[in-house]
């Protein structure tokens, strides 16, 4: 047996940064970065890509030539060959915020668009993961400390249109979440339950074909419109099975991608709304059904909108497009009290440490915090681990099923068993865990 002395360091020093393009779940090139100790210790992290971007996210880095259409990762590779490895070797894996802050500075843009965010945030992965095989520890424990012990509500996403999924529904997403269940294991039992019980009812009523889906394992049945019916067949879903005080409804308008600027007006079932005639939409929605959480019902710059909505519906206003888990963007939003949630997505940000920083001014002032993944995500697990790590109460990670979804259900159902009596479910107080 090696023995280590308390004054070795050099075990969590980097001898090396490797990195490599892989394919995400819609086969698209993505990034894979190897970061290695001197005591050859690993920590492999992969960068997730999203379809429906907002503006103001962090530049992904893509080649634009002939190979993978325009899409390969090359150039990203090669920053991190050429710039940022020979900037981390001998440097610390412990020491998060002095390497995130460095490739920050190699980069020095504002959107990360010379070595490019998804070079940044893979690499910073790997070395929040490096650490906590160094230090023997989950990854959950290692970034969120001994007080990390809150099992997320899943957002389960379950019918899907917008830029996710060929369909004619306009809003991008609706979902269910489990939050009258005891623990994430039966959350996630309950959910996939209602998930084929759902594929039953949308084969029935709209052809086998309904059963195609999204990007994220979503269905996505052709012919429906209206987010009433889709709201309708996941309730009837839901209570076909009997669980009705288990479930509420959440949705994501991705209302950017329904905005014409020119106009000044968006656009929903071949009709042209404005901010107003909108959230009377989102009104009549909030009235007729259990919906407890709206996501981005206004454009990415409406930041007035998202005020006047938070004030009129008592529900949770979602900020992804709004905020892109940006501080200067969140501060603004809380100074004038637009939205009262921020979708974490790492990769919007660039590293895990604006990411925390992130989260932590949220919740300081009584925002909730959802820890969402992208639709194009792979199987590393490491979304599971950061939820759990800021006790975030509600994880976004598509339907239940897909192997890139499944990797952070069973992560989660891995952490549970682990924390064994320690472990608590968010439930119904997913907006404001009470840990």
Known sequence: MKVIKMNDNTRFKIKEVKAREILDCRGNPTIEVDVITEDNVLGRADAPSGRSRGRYEAFELRDGNARYAGRGV?????????????????????NQREIDAVMIELDGTENKSRLGANAIVATSLAVAKAAANALSLPLYRYIGGPNAHMLPVPMLILITGGKLAATDLDFQEFSAMPIGAKSFSEAIRIGTEVYFKLGELLAKKYSKYALNVGD??????????DPRDAFEIILKAIEELGYEEMFVLAMDAAASHLYD???????????????????????????????????DPFHEDDFKGFAEITKTLNVQIVGDDLFATNIKRLMKG????????????????????????????????????????RSGQTEDNWLADLAVAVNAGQLKNGAPCRSERTAQ??????????????????????????C
């Open 74 to 94: 090359l150039k990203a590779l090669k920053n991190i060959k050429e710039i940022i490895a020979p900037a981390l070797r001998g440097r610390d894996v412990r």
């Open 216 to 225: 994220e394992g979503s269905y996505a049945p052709p012919g429906m419109k």
């Open 261 to 295: 600027e020119k106009k000044g007006k968006y656009h929903l079932m071949g009709k042209e709304l404005t901010r107003e005639e909108l959230l009377e939409v989102y009104e009549d929605l909030v009235k007729t059904f259990p919906l407890k959480s709206i996501e």
């Open 334 to 373: 809380i100074e004038i009290g637009a939205a009262n949630a921020l979708l974490l997505k790492v990769n919007q940000v660039g590293t895990l440490t604006e990411a925390l920083d992130a989260a932590s001014l949220a919740l300081k002032h009584g925002y909730s915090v959802i820890v969402s993944e």
């Open 409 to 434: 259900f069973n992560q989660l159902l891995r952490i549970e068993e682990e924390l064994g009596k320690s472990a608590k479910y968010a439930g119904r107080s997913y907006r404001q865990p009470i």
